[in-house]
């Protein structure tokens, strides 16, 4: 059975996995989840992309927005909005609070984030092994400038704050993994790393959802000294993140919003092997310069069948390159 390894981070490493999971049916596949997007709200511990993984392979994401429940109904939200109680920005639904009370009840009681995710993985059913990139809390927050300071002052914003309420309208200075210095990757996720087939980055934001995950110490260097290839697919397509505001995030660290620049952001280091869409096959010879193998295939994942198309050539390249 091939073992594969997946690190993700929510609407799009979740769409890739369900594609990825229709490919190769009877492959194992190893999950390894940004935390980075987490946040406290209303004392509850929020772990956005961990839920939209195992809501969409589980069967109860809402499917046209790609993140939250199907289903849901938003009467707590509108309650604490009567009491003047914020944030009015961020919208949790009802079905999705029982979701992060059981995980704040569960993690007061001592247990570590990934035996919550296991113990709330075992409703879901995602067939997959979910794992949080990090038991250690971890948050991704954004250097903005700050309308309200001293010319030229700047202020730290939380990356759910500068994503969801600002809609990333403002630029990006930085962006700052706070926690992750001191973090320890989650229980199995090295041995993941050690003992995959193929790992593989899907088509999430390379700065604020693969990049969270890298920025734990260990997990770059496992992923760089694995013995499996890795191989990634471009999020970003004729110069354009296919969903999302990826450019804005990139721009904050210096890189150029094509696929061969996001290469390049990654590094022969790290990868082994690059898909780019078919419109972007100029860019091939450039990843190949850098010493990365790449192909031009089509990356959209418009449908199911789509996706899974997208996940074997993904797994081709890993055959083609295979250390």
């Keep these: 059975m091939q073992r594969i390894v997946v690190l993700a981070g929510g609407i799009g490493g979740a769409r890739f996995l369900r594609g990825l999971m229709s490919a190769v049916p009877e492959s194992s596949l190893t999950v390894i989840g940004n935390t980075g997007d987490d946040i406290h709200l209303f004392g509850l511990k929020v772990c956005p992309d961990l839920d939209t993984v195992m809501y969409t392979l589980g069967g109860g994401i809402h499917e046209e927005q790609g993140w939250g429940r199907a289903g849901e109904t938003f009467a707590v939200k509108e309650e604490l909005a009567a009491y003047g109680v914020g944030p009015d920005w ?10 992060h009370i059981v995980r704040t009840q569960m993690l007061a009681a001592g247990y570590p984030l990934s035996a919550v995710t296991e113990a709330l993985c075992d409703r879901w059913k995602p067939g997959v092994r979910l794992l949080p990139m990090s038991d250690d809390r971890v948050e991704t927050h954004v250097m903005i400038d700050d309308p309200d300071g001293a010319p030229g002052a700047r202020k730290a914003v939380h990356f759910q704050e500068y994503w ?16 992750a210095e001191q973090a320890k990757p989650a229980p199995g996720v090295l041995e993941a790393i050690a003992e995959a087939d193929v790992i593989l980055f899907p088509p999430s934001n390379p700065v604020v959802s693969v990049g969270s995950i890298l920025s734990v110490p260990g997990i770059r260097e496992a992923v760089a000294d694995a013995a499996a290839p890795v191989v990634g697919l471009s999020p970003i397509v004729g110069g354009s993140p296919v969903r999302g505001m990826a450019d804005k995030v990139l721009a904050a660290v210096g890189v150029e919003s094509t696929a061969a620049a ?26 190949e310069a850098a010493g990365i193998a790449c192909r ?15 996940a074997r050539e993904a797994l081709a390249l890993a055959g083609e390159v295979k250390k």
Excluded: N, Q
């Design 90 to 99: 961020f919208g949790l639904g009802d079905r999705d609070f029982a979701t």
């Design 164 to 179: 969801v309420r600002l809609r990333a309208s403002v630029p990006a200075h930085a962006i700052i993994p706070v926690g």
């Design 296 to 310: 031009a295939v089509p990356l959209m994942m418009t449908d199911l069948e789509a996706t899974a198309a997208m």
């Design 262 to 287: 996001v290469a390049r952001h990654y590094g022969p280091g790290l990868l082994d092997g690059w898909l780019v869409d078919t419109v972007d096959a100029a860019a091939v010879a450039d990843v």
